[in-house]
């Protein structure tokens, strides 16, 4: 059974930086794609940034050259390094992982961003 375990959140102060890990039990390589997501109060939850087995990268443009999605194939293990942190980036984050055949998607339980102003 695949399992996705976040850990990292935490507050910090506007400027600050953060690491976030997420952690698989299974190879990641055996996803297509992973992702983080966020999603603050009273609002949709929103891809922040992804990696494909590739290893190819894509960034919302809200968070584009402020965090950096990285991976462990070692430890089975992807991250994102936010830096430069700002209030509105206060939100659950949840790690994401995408298998297209057959077509699943996995979640983990969500890690908490709070960024004071």
């Known amino acids: 059974q695949v399992q996705l375990v976040e850990s990292g959140g935490g507050l910090v102060q506007a400027g600050g930086s953060l690491k976030l890990s997420c952690a698989a039990s299974v190879p990641i390589f055996l996803f297509d794609a992973m992702g983080w997501y966020r999603q603050a109060p009273g609002k949709q939850r929103e891809l922040v940034a992804s990696i494909t087995v590739s290893g190819s990268t894509n960034y919302a443009s809200s968070v584009k050259g402020r965090f950096t999605m990285s991976r462990d194939g070692v430890k089975n293990t992807v991250y994102l390094q936010m830096s430069s942190l700002k209030p509105e980036d206060t939100a659950v984050y949840y790690c994401?992982?995408?298998?297209?055949?057959?077509?699943?998607?996995?979640w983990g339980q969500g890690t908490q961003v709070a960024v004071s102003s």
């Open positions: 994401n992982a995408d298998q297209r055949i057959p077509a699943r998607a996995y």
